[in-house]
């Protein structure tokens, strides 16, 4: 066999690759590596390299690390709080609601893993500050809360659920809804069963009836 039949094709340098998706394939592959290794620990070179493109390839689509990772965490907050809202059916009982609010968290959350892995990783730490758009972030983020209360008050006032403090209900369900540390994709159940089991045991509590 010729080298010439066994060498790679090649490409002019610095020039992207012709694929529509280009964009999505580059922040899913930056934010695995952001979610696995650390934002600090990740960089341009190493994206460029997971994707075989040269670099200037990649600063066509995205001229710096701090660009790539607010595209992914304002694509994962937007994402998450539209989906969300959008499966919810407010004249539903306030349980089917709040269940409803759950399941499509956790279907949002396993459907873009690594995008969202990365938000809530940088997110809660230093990686934060490197959200360019951090008020419109923080917008969807405060917009979601705010849905949460809405559905917790209607079920507070109707009778529903019992009385309690509100944003503190709320943080314990984001609690349970926080699966990034042992949750994986190719286990054994779907986000979605941990979701309605995590349903049953705030709605029915730990305490057995003994009467």
Known sequence: MSALATAPE????????KQ????????QSAAKAIATVGYEQCSLADIAAELDLT???????FPTKQVIFTEIAMGAMRGISEH????????????KQLLALMVAHTEYFESHYWLMSATIAGYAGITRREIERLDEFEGHRNSY??????????GMKSGEFR??????????IFQLLNMTRWFRPDGKKPAT??????FALLSGGLLADTK
């Open 84 to 95: 969300v809202q959008s499966c919810v059916d407010e004249s539903q009982s306030s349980a």
């Open 163 to 172: 009385q309690s403090d509100v944003k503190a209900t709320s943080r314990a």
């Open 145 to 154: 809360e705010r849905f949460v209360h809405r559905v917790l008050r209607a």
């Open 55 to 61: 670099r200037p390839a990649l600063y066509h689509y």
């Open 20 to 27: 529509s998706d280009q964009r999505q394939r580059i922040l």
């Open 10 to 17: 090649l490409r002019p340098v610095g020039r992207p690759p």
């Open 193 to 198: 069963d941990f979701a309605r089991e995590n």
